[in-house]
């Protein structure tokens, strides 16, 4: 029962993700081509609700279902790792037309192909768990 809330999150995310067609390969290419601005204004919008929401939950001390209060500390900007981390994960974005997000919603979409990316994503979370000792952090 206490899951439900998260079940309800997740399913508006996909509808969201689907009807402003986040998910689509074409407007994501588009958007590495600078040949459309819908994509940008998308990750526009999601930027300025995300940080009224971290202003409301500061300003409210929300707290979690559990009851532990809600924090956030920004991480110390590094721009070499930073600018790496960019490059990699957009050159990833740009090759599978996808990202993380939109994963799981191309997969209850039911096209299977992308199980390839989430794969993909699995193994790459796992290798950097390998090798995270012996990184510069």
């Keep these: 029962m206490k899951n439900i809330p998260f079940v ?3 399913v508006l995310f996909g509808v969201i993700m ?3 067609e986040a998910i689509s390969w074409f407007r994501i290419h588009e958007m590495f081509r600078f040949e459309s601005f ?3 204004g998308l ?3 999601a930027i300025v609700v ?4 971290i202003f409301v939950m500061k300003k409210t001390n929300m707290k979690t279902l559990t009851g532990h209060l809600i924090s956030y500390s920004p991480m110390k900007l ?5 600018l790496l981390a960019g490059a990699i994960y957009g050159m990833g974005w740009a090759l ?3 990202c993380p997000g939109p994963v799981y919603v191309l997969l209850g979409y039911g096209y299977w192909i992308v199980a390839i990316m989430f794969l993909g994503a699995l ?3 796992y290798s950097y768990a390998l090798v995270k000792s012996k990184l510069p952090h």
Excluded at 50 to 53: D, P
Aim: hydrophobic fraction near 35%; charged fraction near 10%; glycine fraction near 14%.
């Design 8 to 10: 309800l999150a997740g």
């Design 18 to 20: 689907v009807k402003t």
């Design 38 to 40: 819908h994509m940008y």
């Design 43 to 45: 990750i526009g919008v």
């Design 50 to 53: 995300s940080a009224l929401i």
């Design 78 to 82: 590094r721009p070499s790792r930073h």
């Design 96 to 98: 599978s037309g996808t």
């Design 123 to 125: 193994l790459g979370t």
